[in-house]
């Protein structure tokens, strides 16, 4: 049946599958939250009535926005409590690295990607990073999953914070209205939030099992048997 089910998918769509499977393999903070951003992304442009082909590629795309982390070391990432400068330069870094990894690749859904590991942290205002670019200068898509992937962070506990309330977290979406955020894209989100189906914050850690390889090709299998139900 996975034989069967590899076939529908192309070798590109695959590759990003299993490249957004090692970046949970890195951090397992990442696992869940990379689905539940490419889940929310999808809901908003959905709610935007985008070309539902652009849809299916932020799908797959979405959840590689933090691939250049791969590259960091993990107390880095984990650490608990504030980063020194030098620190987050280093952290800021996974846009840049993430784009290198993915960028000038023929496949559009791996370009998609590229743009949006390179321009997730890009603010609406301009004060974002690595280029500071602003407003619709920033890849629509890129704005999107700005919007899930904050929201997502917020909800979910860190080692250096808790998990934030709806309430606490919708607070802080509308104080960035215009800073960070697209307005016109976040009034949408805001609007579709209550019917997100995983509007909880996810407080349970992986449990992995001794054998690290394991949990990675049921994933896998996972993964590919939802892309084939979808189609
Ligand atoms: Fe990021």
Not at 193 to 207: E, V, W
């Amino acid at each position: 049946m996975i034989g069967e089910t590899s076939c529908i998918l192309s070798p590109g769509d695959e590759i990003v599958i299993r490249l957004r499977l090692t970046c949970e393999a890195h951090d397992d903070a990442l696992v869940g939250h990379l689905d539940r951003v490419a889940l929310y992304a999808c809901e908003l442009a959905t709610a935007l009535q985008l070309d539902p082909a652009d849809i299916a590629q932020l799908r797959i795309a979405a959840p590689l926005h933090d691939i250049g982390k791969v590259a960091l070391p993990l107390e880095l990432l984990n650490k608990p409590g504030r980063l020194t400068n030098s620190e987050m330069e280093i952290v800021k870094s996974h846009t840049t690295i993430g784009y290198r990894i993915l960028g000038g690749s023929k496949w559009p859904v791996v370009q998609l990607a590229a743009d949006i590991a390179h321009s997730h942290h890009e603010n609406w205002d301009g004060s974002g990073y690595p280029r500071a670019l602003a407003g619709e200068k920033i890849h629509r898509l890129a704005r999107i999953v700005a919007i899930a992937d904050v929201y997502d962070a917020l909800r979910s506990p860190r080692t250096y914070k808790p998990a934030w309330t709806l309430e606490q977290a919708i607070e802080e979406l509308k104080r960035q209205r215009g800073i960070k955020f697209d307005p016109l894209l976040l009034d949408t989100f805001l609007k579709i939030l209550p019917n997100l189906p995983t509007a909880q914050p996810t407080d349970a850690k992986p449990n992995l099992p001794a054998d690290p390889l394991q949990p990675i090709s049921a994933r896998i299998s996972a993964q590919l048997l939802t892309k084939s139900a979808d189609q």
